[in-house]
C-alpha cells in the first residue's frame, strides 16, 4: 500500500468542508517546525471566493491563536486542535506568533 502526501475531500455544499480544510491546513503548519511551512502547502477549492475565504479564515484563526488571552480563553477551534495535535495550548499560541 502507498502512501500519499495529499487527501481529498469529496462532499457536498453545506458540509463543512472549508472549516475542514482550515482545520487540517491550520493543523500541518502548527505541527510544523518550519513557520515558512506555509509556502509548501497547497489547498484547491472550486471557486476564487471559496479560496479567499480559507484564506482569511486560516488568517483569521492564526491571529486569535496568537492573542494573548487563546492561553486562557482558547477558541474553539485552539481546543480541538490542540486535542488533534497533542501540542498544549500555549506551545499552539507560541507557534501561531512566530508563523504570523
Same mark, same amino acid.
Given at each position: 500500500m502507498q502512501d500519499h502526501s495529499f487527501t481529498i475531500?469529496? /462532499?457536498? /455544499?453545506?458540509?463543512? *468542508?472549508?472549516?475542514? $480544510?482550515? *482545520?487540517?491546513? $491550520?493543523? *500541518?503548519?502548527?505541527?510544523?517546525?518550519?513557520?515558512?511551512y506555509y509556502a509548501h502547502l497547497l489547498a484547491i477549492t472550486f471557486t476564487n471566493k471559496a479560496v479567499a475565504e480559507m484564506k482569511e479564515r486560516i488568517i483569521d484563526n492564526l491571529i486569535v491563536f496568537a492573542a494573548s488571552e487563546a492561553v486562557t480563553s482558547p477558541s474553539s477551534m485552539l481546543l480541538q486542535l490542540a486535542n488533534e495535535t497533542g501540542l498544549s495550548i500555549v506551545e499552539l499560541n507560541r507557534r501561531a506568533s512566530k508563523i504570523l
Open positions: 475531500y469529496d /462532499a457536498s /455544499a453545506g458540509s463543512g *468542508k472549508t472549516f475542514t $480544510l482550515v *482545520k487540517e491546513y $491550520l493543523k *500541518k503548519l502548527l505541527l510544523s517546525q518550519n513557520e515558512g
